[in-house]
């Protein structure tokens, strides 16, 4: 029966955890992730503001849009590795973010204010730093 409990803990333990992949020698090194510039994903354009977002474990690229109150924000937002999640909980959106299928976000920011955005999908251990902010200004 101490087996059956220990298998049972060992199930559900490995599945919370990520451990680094073992490589053997003379295998390739996966590539990290380059860093992706902020400025060139945001575009300002008569009172529209144009944002092409990317998620990727763990981050969003860009994590900071600022824009001025009366502006239409719109959100182009893709997963580049695997399901993530964009939620702005105070304006009660939330959109998956699927690999290679854009997702659109588009409201006017009619509020001044900050407004956190996260991701909700569960990516793995680092997920919880998936967050960004959206200031509108006056």
Known sequence: MKWAYLIIVLALVSGCVSLPDVKKPGQPQPQQPQPISDSSRIRHDSGTVFVDMIARQWEF???????????????????????????IPDLGIEKALEPGKPAVIE????REGEYGFKSTKYSGIGFLKMKGKIVVTP
């Open 61 to 87: 690229v860009p994590d900071y849009i600022e824009v001025k109150k009366g502006d239409t924000l719109r959100i182009e937002a893709q997963s580049v590795d695997t399901l993530h999640s964009i939620a």
């Open 107 to 110: 409201f006017i920011a009619d």
